[in-house]
């Protein structure tokens, strides 16, 4: 298979894209980078699920990992006008953005390391 074809690329690259867009859209929030930095590594708090077994710790992590949830926030929050809960959304979009150029993706019940990227 031609490597810029691979899925795995792709789904980097649209990481990437993500976290530049999201950034950016930060960036026109006027919100504290101070703020971006505190809470850039909170979705990793979803892992300790993994504690209670791998099957709970895939839909802990899976919950928090997809864009599904921090565009719906930033959705309602722009619909309401808040334009600090844009910025969480922001700052989340950024975190998943980051974690699949990285590599990191869903994950499977079996274990951590099996993720819709591959294994890591």
């Not at 899925?7 to 990481?15: A, D, H, S, T, W």
């Not at 791998?54 to 006008?81: C, R």
């Not at 390391?113 to 294994?119: A, F, P, Q």
Request: charged share 15%; net charge neutral; hydrophobic share 60%.
């Amino acid at each position: 298979m031609n490597d810029l074809t691979s899925p795995k690329l792709v789904l980097r690259v649209e990481g990437l894209m993500v976290l530049l867009m999201a950034i950016l859209i930060y960036r026109e929030l006027g919100a504290s980078w101070w703020m971006f930095a505190l809470l850039f590594l909170m979705p990793d708090v979803s892992m300790l699920g993994y504690f209670s077994g791998a099957a709970l710790g895939a839909v802990t992590y899976n919950a928090v990992h997809t864009y599904a949830f921090p565009i719906i926030l930033f959705a309602g929050s722009l619909l309401i006008e808040r334009s600090g809960w844009m910025a969480i959304a922001m700052i989340w979009a950024a975190h998943i953005g980051f974690d699949r150029v990285l590599g990191f993706g869903l994950k499977y019940p079996e274990a951590f390391r099996e993720t819709h990227l591959g294994r890591v």
